[in-house]
């Protein structure tokens, strides 16, 4: 008698559907491939300007801002410590003092009044990137003036 392959042993057949139902409980058929992180400034060798470089730069100036997230705007710092944050739907007062590392700012209503600080990296002539103080990408800024 002879045997047909594709019908093959039951327990063969069972082995193969268990294997595959296994694979899908995993999740290993439907998996997409982890997104590619960037890499920081810091891992990229770039060092982050020192205090009195981030003051003369943002001391008293208009700049354009992309936050990591997507959002974009305008800002503008008066030279006496007072920012102004503009975007498409709003715009918000606060607050920036600047640091041996980089500046700190703050807004009444943004992340509850707290001030959060950051640091400046050089990526073009007019342009940085901005990154808090725990290493997280905060976005770019770009001088206008």
């Not at 058929?29 to 003369?56: I, Q, Y």
């Amino acid at each position: 008698m002879r045997s047909d392959m594709r019908s093959g042993p039951a327990p063969a057949r069972m082995f193969l559907t268990m294997v595959g139902i296994a694979l899908l409980a995993a999740g290993c058929a439907f998996r997409e491939p982890a997104p590619v992180r960037e890499l920081t400034p810091a891992e990229k060798g770039m060092t982050p300007l020192s205090g009195t470089e981030v003051r003369s730069i943002l001391n008293k100036t208009r700049y354009s801002w992309q936050a990591a997230q997507g959002a974009t705007g305008t800002a503008i710092t008066t030279g006496d410590g007072r920012v102004r944050v503009m975007w498409d739907t709003g715009a918000v007062n606060g607050r920036i003092r600047f640091t041996d590392t980089g500046y700190c700012s703050r807004f009444e209503g943004v992340r509850n009044g707290a001030e959060d600080c950051y640091q400046l990296y050089r990526n073009g002539p007019k342009g940085f990137t901005v990154v808090r103080q725990d290493g997280t990408p905060s976005g770019t800024i770009a001088l206008s003036n």
